[in-house]
């Protein structure tokens, strides 16, 4: 049964564009090809099929090779000539989609599959989904990745977890100082203030636009686990009870001295350092900075559960995450001559090259539950950790960067640095927030 995590999907507006189009359901493409979703009986016609996927890096390329291998076992009468995407904002994919050339596989995104709905460029994958089975060996917390919000459609197979925004405490800084690892708000306010009246940065960060608006979000998310994707569609506004309360207890800690003045102008690299270097008791971002912490640090560091709620953290608190996916998947032209042996094999192939990024180091933690999936490359045993941890993580909410709206981050990231100034009321802040977003929004119609 279909698992509509709605908070963790894909955003495009695919019933209006649909309509617009003159499309019947969005999946009126016809059902073409030498094979039918799930295999047929018997010896198998010979296809190959044209792809135009990421592979590029190394760690790219590991991963797509991983997978090839493994679809030669599965669809043996499959072969594919891969072509490499380029890194040039989608132009290429863009302009062979324009021109009725698209390869039979690609690599799509949610601008991509937008755009490309009105004119039948990209395949409802649904009953491939069904058929191959593909999401029932996924992990539970990215069952709903594949689901589009507007229309609960699929149009693109994700390969990648979700990524999670971490709260990472120096463990010798904890211990020089005695202070004990918190597990709600009231024990994470006693340590912002410890740490601040000792002279130590109770948490580094850094200015990129993003930063303010995910550690608002992880207070907001104790209470929903929506977060604040609702205010970039516009569903609520900044003035109800939870964002006016989250906002609250950002500016009561940053009172109580979270963080210093150099937030505001710090690069990513001087905030880790900072961290590393004992100078500060906390740092917040996403998972890849594991790796480089996990360099200089060794196993000295580790991570919070999100301590911000009031009382014992439930498990559905615990395991709710601000973050989500963040590279897309795998979607069909419908204009493929073998359209259904092309969905068949997109289907496998992407949960095999999620297989092939986490063998390989690409991925931090596991996006399917086959057995035997091991990561050849060993990353630490905090990695270890958060891939453990993470098999339990029920919701996402969304990166900022990967909101519908790009203005919402900037708005919010504004908003928010000039809150934690602390010379901007939370009245001013909500106020501001919601006027901005109404005008961006209203023009956005």
Known sequence: MRKASHW????????????????????????????????????????????????????????????????????????????????DGDVTIKTLGASGNLPDIYKSNAGLIELFLPSNNVLE?????????????????????????????????????????????????????????????????????????????????????????????????????????????????????????????????????????????????????????????????????????????????GYLDYPLQDGAASDKNTNTRVGGPGIGGISVAPSSKNVDVAAEYACLMALELANGRYVHGESLSPFTTDEGIEQEVDLGEIAKQYAEDSQNFTSYTMFPWNWNHADTMNILSEELNKLMTGDYSVKEFIESSDKRMAEMLAEDE
């Open 8 to 87: 963790k999907k894909m955003s495009c507006l695919v019933l209006s564009l649909c309509l617009m189009a003159g499309m019947t359901a969005c999946g009126g493409q016809s059902d073409t090809g030498s094979s039918t979703a799930g295999g047929n009986s018997g010896k198998k016609e010979q296809v190959t099929l044209k792809a135009m996927l990421q592979y590029t890096s190394d760690s790219q390329k590991a991963a797509q090779d991983y997978a090839t291998e493994k679809m030669k076992e599965l669809m043996p009468e499959v072969t594919l000539e891969l072509e490499v995407m380029p890194e």
């Open 125 to 301: 994958l649904d009953k491939y989904v069904e058929s191959t089975g593909i999401e029932k060996r996924v992990v539970s917390g990215e069952q709903g990745s594949f689901w589009c919000e507007a229309d609960n459609h699929c149009y693109a197979i994700p390969y990648a977890s979700s990524e999670s925004y971490l709260i990472y405490y120096n463990k010798k800084v904890f211990e020089d100082n005695n202070v004990e690892i918190p597990t709600n708000y009231s024990e994470f306010l006693e340590v912002v203030k410890t740490f601040s009246n000792k002279g130590i940065t109770p948490l580094s960060l850094f200015k990129d636009p993003w930063v303010a608006p995910a550690l608002y979000e992880t207070i907001v998310t104790r209470t929903d686990p929506k977060g604040l994707i609702s205010i970039d569609s516009g569903k609520t506004k900044m003035s109800e009870d939870l964002y006016v309360q989250s906002a609250e207890r950002l500016e009561e800690l940053i009172k109580a001295g979270l963080i210093s003045k150099s937030a505001f102008s710090a690069t990513n690299e001087e905030a880790m350092a900072a961290f590393s270097n004992n100078e500060a008791a906390m740092y917040a971002n996403g998972i890849w900075a594991i790796k480089d912490l996990s360099a200089s640090m060794g196993e000295g560091f």
